[in-house]
C-alpha cells in the first residue's frame, strides 16, 4: 500500500494532479484545502504528500488521495467513518482546512460544517454526532507559514503573470517564482497583474 510519495510535479487539473517518482506518474486526488495550497507550485517543482489509498472490490481502480500533513490524512480517515460518507464524497466535501472542520464539529457548528461542498443540514448533524469528542487534536493544527504570509495578491495574480515571465519573456521558472514572490513581499497593497508586473520590473532594475 501507497502512504507516501515525493516527487515531480508534472501536471494540475481542478482535482488532482500527476506526480513522477520513480519514473512512475502517479494520480493523485486532492482535496480543496490542498489543491489551494498547490496554487503556487508550478509543473517541474519537487512535491511530497502523504497518501490514502483506496480499493475495494466494488472500486477495484486504486485510488490515490493526498495530504500536505500526516495529520491531515489521520483527520480523513475518521471523516469517512461518517454514515454515507465515502472516500470520494470526503475529497469534494474537504474545501476548508482541516483545523476549521474539527473546530466546526467540536463546537457543534452546523451552519459550518453546511459550509462543505455536498453537505446538507441532515449530514452535518451525522458529521457532529459520530465525530464530536474526538476533534481536539486536529483542531490545533497550526496554519502553516505559507497560509499566513500568502496575500489575495499572491494567490488571485501569480500565476497570470508567471505565465507571462515564462511564456513571453523568457524567463526561468524558478527565476520567474522568485521575483513574484520578492515583489509580493515588497509591495502588499498590490491590486492588479499590471501592478505586480511593474513591481517585477522596478525590482528587476535595482542593482
Known amino acids: 500500500?501507497?502512504?507516501?510519495?515525493?516527487?515531480?510535479?508534472?501536471?494540475?487539473?481542478?482535482?488532482?494532479?500527476?506526480?513522477?517518482?520513480?519514473?512512475?506518474?502517479?494520480?493523485?486526488?486532492?482535496?480543496?484545502f490542498v489543491m489551494d495550497s498547490f496554487k503556487s507550485k508550478v509543473i517541474g517543482d519537487e512535491?511530497?504528500?502523504?497518501?490514502?489509498?483506496?480499493?475495494?472490490?466494488?472500486?477495484?481502480?486504486?485510488?490515490?488521495?493526498?495530504?500536505?500533513?500526516?495529520?491531515?490524512?489521520?483527520?480523513f480517515q475518521y471523516f469517512i467513518s461518517v454514515e454515507d460518507i465515502g472516500p470520494l464524497k470526503a475529497v469534494k466535501a474537504?474545501?476548508?482546512?482541516v483545523r476549521e472542520i474539527a473546530r466546526a464539529i467540536?463546537?457543534?457548528?452546523?451552519?459550518?460544517?453546511?459550509?462543505?461542498?455536498?453537505?446538507?443540514?441532515?449530514?452535518?448533524?451525522?458529521?457532529?454526532?459520530?465525530?464530536?469528542?474526538?476533534?481536539?487534536?486536529?483542531?490545533?493544527?497550526?496554519?502553516?507559514?505559507?497560509?499566513?504570509?500568502?496575500?489575495?495578491?499572491?494567490?488571485d495574480f501569480s500565476r497570470q503573470v508567471f505565465d507571462v515571465l515564462v511564456g513571453q519573456l523568457g524567463y526561468r521558472a524558478g527565476d520567474a517564482k522568485r521575483i513574484i514572490s520578492e515583489a509580493v513581499k515588497r509591495n502588499i497593497n498590490i491590486s492588479t497583474p499590471e501592478e505586480l508586473i511593474e513591481e517585477v520590473y522596478r525590482g528587476e532594475k535595482t542593482p
Do not use: H, W
Not at 12 to 32: C, S, T
Not at 94 to 97: D, E, K, T
Not at 135 to 144: G, P, S, V
Open 1 to 32: 500500500m501507497i502512504g507516501y510519495i515525493e516527487g515531480k510535479l508534472l501536471k494540475k487539473e481542478d482535482e488532482r494532479i500527476l506526480l513522477l517518482a520513480g519514473q512512475v506518474g502517479y494520480e493523485v486526488l486532492l482535496p480543496a
Open 47 to 75: 512535491v511530497s504528500l502523504y497518501i490514502y489509498y483506496q480499493q475495494t472490490e466494488r472500486q477495484p481502480k486504486p485510488v490515490l488521495i493526498g495530504f500536505n500533513l500526516e495529520v491531515e490524512r489521520e483527520f
Open 106 to 155: 467540536e463546537s457543534k457548528d452546523v451552519a459550518g460544517l453546511k459550509r462543505l461542498k455536498g453537505i446538507g443540514n441532515r449530514t452535518a448533524q451525522k458529521i457532529i454526532a459520530t465525530l464530536e469528542g474526538k476533534m481536539n487534536k486536529f483542531a490545533l493544527i497550526r496554519k502553516t507559514e505559507k497560509e499566513r504570509e500568502e496575500t489575495p495578491v499572491a494567490r
Open 94 to 97: 474537504m474545501s476548508l482546512p
